[in-house]
């Protein structure tokens, strides 16, 4: 059975769900999203009367190739405002099936060029391009640290905005994008106006309510939007650094990061 089959099936036999056939890197699966409710015996609500429970749920049907035999996953979570995070979290952990033993076409005394289990994918797909409006905060906020640090030379790099996905979501398991970041430099400064860029930059945008999180013997800081900053800077930083015996300035400035607010672009968010 394929997973279009079993899609098929799954959408018949729940009418009400939603179904869908994806690609994982062992090959198809059909899911099926369809919240469950559940009702929860008074002995266990904080109101000491019956209740009624919402889940979200997610059904991987993964029918395994050559093997006949079909693999479920599941997720559920009553905690719908996290929907996004744990369906994608979710999605990352089917996507390392792996299938052993898989039969091929190769002739026999052929040998495939692949052997042993399926491989993942060596790097994940391109992150799609930044949001307009965010890839012109960054230059914004970008002039507006090159003016703090007042440096006369030349520019390298900052034509181009890249998404990114944030250290935080990185940690949790996330790859898609939920931010952006600006990388520039600026060389062939003198010495003597270079120490001072820093400190100078630093005290600039600490005026402004943004907090220096980081420091490395006064050649590196890592400064953040604080809570006395404008509302409009909420989540935005930039790192900055400097190497006198090079006579470059270098900064990185990255945009908040959108995850809380990234809609669904399918059942797994």
């Known amino acids: 059975m394929t997973a279009k089959d ?23 699966a059909a899911v099926r999203l369809a919240p469950e409710v559940r009702r929860l015996p008074g002995e266990i609500t904080d109101s000491g009367r019956p209740e009624t429970l919402t889940l979200g749920k997610i059904s991987v049907f993964f029918p395994v190739p050559d093997h006949g035999e079909i693999g479920l996953f599941e997720l559920s979570t009553p905690c719908l405002d996290d929907w996004n995070l744990y369906s994608e979290l979710f999605f990352n952990i089917v996507n390392t099936i792996e299938v052993t033993g898989r039969q091929t076409d190769t002739p026999a005394g052929e040998h495939s060029s692949v052997d042993g289990p399926m491989a993942l994918p060596q790097s994940p797909p391109p992150l799609p391009d930044p949001d307009p409006a965010v890839a012109q905060a960054l230059f914004w906020y970008s002039s507006r640290l090159m003016d703090a640090a007042a440096l006369r030379g030349q520019v390298h790099g900052g034509q181009q905005v890249e998404s990114i996905t944030c250290e935080t979501c990185w940690a949790k398991g996330l790859r898609s994008a939920c931010s952006a970041r600006h990388g520039w430099s600026i060389g062939s400064v003198m010495s003597g106006d270079l120490m001072h860029a820093l400190p100078r930059a630093v005290a600039a945008f600490a005026s402004r309510g943004w907090q220096t999180e980081t420091e490395s013997a006064g050649n590196r800081a890592r400064v953040r939007a604080g809570d006395e900053a404008p509302e409009q800077s909420a989540g935005y930083a930039f790192s900055a650094s400097v190497d006198g015996e090079a006579g470059t300035f270098t900064a990185e400035v990255t945009a908040p990061c959108s995850r809380a607010a990234a809609a669904a672009d399918s059942l797994f968010g």
């Open 6 to 28: 079993l899609a098929d099936h799954l959408a018949a036999e729940s009418p009400d769900s939603e179904v869908e056939v994806i690609t994982l890197a062992a090959g198809e």
